[in-house]
């Protein structure tokens, strides 16, 4: 019997599940799921979804306005696939899994710590499969980054340093309001390095942060940097972050720095450095390793087994392995490897950035956050959701 599957949010994430998950892994002869339905409060993203699907599932999906209504009239859909904006990820969600169904939903796994959490415990009263579709750790440059720290290649970690600063003018929709989004860039793409930190080095202890609104002016029309709106989320922050560890770390997160853009993603061990961009350079050698030569290094000693379950099918996009791994879940109870108290943790760094912030640079302890000790930031946040 194969798994029937129900979309959530057919919007632009939803496209690249569809695109680089399901339709590959279909087109590869793994056809263990069908997508039997797909909803939207937009009727049209979710037929257009719906035809896509169809192109090379060969059965169209039913349509759905109303994700409500959509769980009542599909008795057979074993789970769901949930790509939505930030605030409404504990509510839809929580449906979903109070109606017995295994659930994926995309990053963050909510827009506050007390939203999470409620997540966490309906996950936990139902004992349904629950995965956070998180996907950069998947990436092969991730898994060959993961294998090189981990394999001690430069010694013992000391520091990190994760600074990106770039501009963005224009307006991102529901991403640029706080009460859609609960935080800035710090938070939505923050939530995959917070994920990256821990999968990399490690649990953050403690940290410190500032965060600032330099501009609030976003202009809807990207070609001509007109009809502005105002944004209502930070557009940076500075954080300093120590993990259980010992590692030390500085991350920074801007999207209001006009002209040169800084990025760098760098770990320095006693014995040398890993770039997750430019490669590996160890102390004394001139030479760095590319990151290229390192992926292909990290490619030739995995066993066909690990290759099979980072690549299925051979299919090296992290989406697929993601989807894949939530299908396998819910068909033969394997493991996911994001999965809830996962994305909590991810998540709790982000918000520690926000809280410390919030308390005017006090450090705080990623344990009180996720106790839900400290909720300066987020109080207002939790009321606007009636949590
Ligand atoms: N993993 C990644 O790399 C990645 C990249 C982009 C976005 N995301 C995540 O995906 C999610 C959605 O982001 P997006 O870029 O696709 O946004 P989007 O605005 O393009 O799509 C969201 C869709 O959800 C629909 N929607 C909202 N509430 C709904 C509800 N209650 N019922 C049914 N449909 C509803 C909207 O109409 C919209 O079509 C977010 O959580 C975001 O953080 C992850």
Redesign the pocket.
């Known amino acids: 019997m194969n798994l029937k599957i129900g979309l959530?949010?057919?919007?632009?994430?939803?496209?690249?599940h569809v695109k680089n998950g399901y339709a590959p892994l279909w087109e590869a002869g793994y056809r263990e799921f069908e997508i039997i339905a797909c909803?939207?409060?937009?009727e049209k993203?979710?037929a257009n979804m719906a035809d896509l699907i169809a192109d090379w599932q060969g059965t169209q999906p039913r349509v759905y306005?109303?994700?409500e209504d959509m769980l009542d009239a599909e008795p057979d859909m074993a789970a769901l696939d949930i790509?939505?904006?930030?605030s409404?990820?504990h509510?839809?969600a929580i449906h979903c899994i109070e109606s017995g169904r295994h659930v994926m939903?995309?990053?963050?796994l909510a827009m506050t710590m007390r939203a999470g959490k409620l997540i966490l415990d309906a996950v936990e009263a139902q004992g349904k499969v629950f995965s956070i579709?998180?996907?950069?750790r998947r990436s092969i440059e991730n898994r060959a980054c993961n294998w090189l720290i981990k394999s001690g290649r430069i010694g013992n970690l000391r520091q990190l340093y994760w600074v990106g600063c770039r501009d963005r003018q224009w307006h991102w929709?529901?991403?640029d309001e706080l009460d859609k989004a609960g935080g800035g860039w710090t938070f939505?793409g923050g939530?995959?390095s917070a994920d990256l930190f821990r999968y990399h080095i490690g649990p953050v202890k403690c940290l410190t942060a500032l965060s600032r609104q330099y501009d609030n002016i976003r202009y809807k029309d990207r070609e001509n940097m007109s009809d502005p709106v105002e944004a209502t989320i930070e557009d940076t922050t500075m954080a300093l972050l120590e993990f259980e560890n010992g590692v030390t770390g500085v991350w920074v997160e801007s999207i209001v720095s006009p002209g040169e853009s800084l990025g760098v993603q760098r770990v320095y061990g006693d014995e040398g450095s890993l770039d997750f961009g430019k490669g590996l350079k160890l102390r004394g050698r001139d030479e760095p390793t590319s990151m290229d030569e390192l992926k292909d290094e990290f490619l030739g000693q995995l066993s066909e087994e690990q290759s099979d379950t980072f690549f299925p099918r051979g299919i090296r996009n992290p989406l697929a392995h993601e989807v894949h791994e939530f299908a396998e879940a819910c068909l033969r109870s394997d493991s996911i490897e994001t999965d809830g108290i996962e994305g909590f943790k991810a998540q709790a760094i982000c918000m520690a950035i926000y809280e410390s912030a919030a308390l005017g640079m006090q450090p705080v302890t990623i344990r009180d956050v996720e106790s839900l000790t400290v909720e300066t930031y987020q109080r207002p946040l939790n009321e606007g959701l009636g949590i």
């Open positions: 959530i949010g057919c919007g632009g994430m939803m496209g690249a909803c939207d409060v937009a993203s979710a306005t109303s994700y790509v939505v904006t930030h409404s990820h509510t839809v939903l995309e990053k963050p579709a998180e996907n950069y929709g529901w991403r939505d939530v995959h």
